[in-house]
């Protein structure tokens, strides 16, 4: 990532970004959290991509190199936590479950400057530290590979995630054994190769339904073998339906 900014203080605001809107690459000296109240959100370091919609929220931890970009018209939510405040204990970036009362509490904790200390203020960001104590972490990422044989793959992947053929033909075509790419995605990647290939179909699954695709488009652009299993998966992995992506609060 070049050209990294650094801003000392990991900002508290609102901001709207247009669909396809990027912010560049940079860093904090605090911590922070970013939540999309509507769209989706992409947060890329040099390890991988994090990805949210609105039941997510990312932690990015201070120090971290790090860029945003929109898909769908994106309402961001920025949160800055000193660097001494770590109610997770977390050193790397982390996507967090949202629930309803979480998500109004970040909402009310970024209407206002980051340095309006008002007893109001200071409660509503005590309980908001609780409650992302009580945030189960959510396995909503992309890793990035280093192996070339395996960044191959996951490349070929990116640009037709549904692409249909077996790791062992993925496998032939990188100039990789079989088991070779399975150890690979395991010990790069923390992941199997259905996993990973589940979660980059996810994340374009997301992309798209943020530009308003219709969900049976993405179904099949995204090579799941019928809606109806795309809508479970789907379901399964984010707690709501594809259908009322765009129509969440």
């Known amino acids: 990532m070049p050209d990294i900014r650094h801003s000392p203080e990991a900002p508290t605001r609102t901001q709207a970004m247009a669909p396809g809107e990027h912010i560049d690459a940079h860093r904090h000296d605090d911590h922070q959290v970013v939540y999309a109240g509507s769209g989706v959100l992409a947060v890329t370091t040099d390890t991988g991509t994090w990805f949210a919609p609105g039941t997510r929220a990312i932690r990015v931890p201070a120090g971290c190199v790090h860029a945003h970009r929109a898909h769908g018209h994106l309402a961001l939510h920025l949160l800055g936590l000193p660097a001494d405040t770590n109610p997770l204990g977390l050193d790397a970036p982390t996507v967090l479950s949202v629930d309803p009362l979480l998500r109004e509490l970040i909402l009310a904790c970024t209407r206002s400057p980051h340095d309006d200390d008002t007893p109001e203020r200071l409660r509503l960001r005590a309980v908001l530290l609780d409650r992302l104590r009580a945030s189960p972490q959510q396995p909503v990422q992309l890793p990035a590979p280093t192996d070339s044989r395996l960044r191959a ?97």
Do not use: K
Not at 168 to 177: I, N
Not at 213 to 225: I, K, Q
């Open 153 to 249: 793959v996951c490349d070929a992947l990116h640009h037709d995630p549904a692409d249909p053929r077996t790791l062992a033909a993925l496998a032939t075509a990188a100039g990789a054994g079989e088991r070779t790419l399975s150890r690979l995605f395991r010990r790069e990647l923390g992941m199997t190769f259905p996993q990973w290939r589940t979660q980059l179909r996810l994340y374009h699954a997301l992309r798209m339904l943020a530009d308003d695709v219709p969900v049976t488009t993405v179904a099949h652009r995204c090579g799941w073998s019928s809606t109806s299993a795309f809508i479970d998966v789907f379901r399964r992995a984010l707690g709501y339906t594809p259908g009322t992506h765009n129509r969440r609060p």
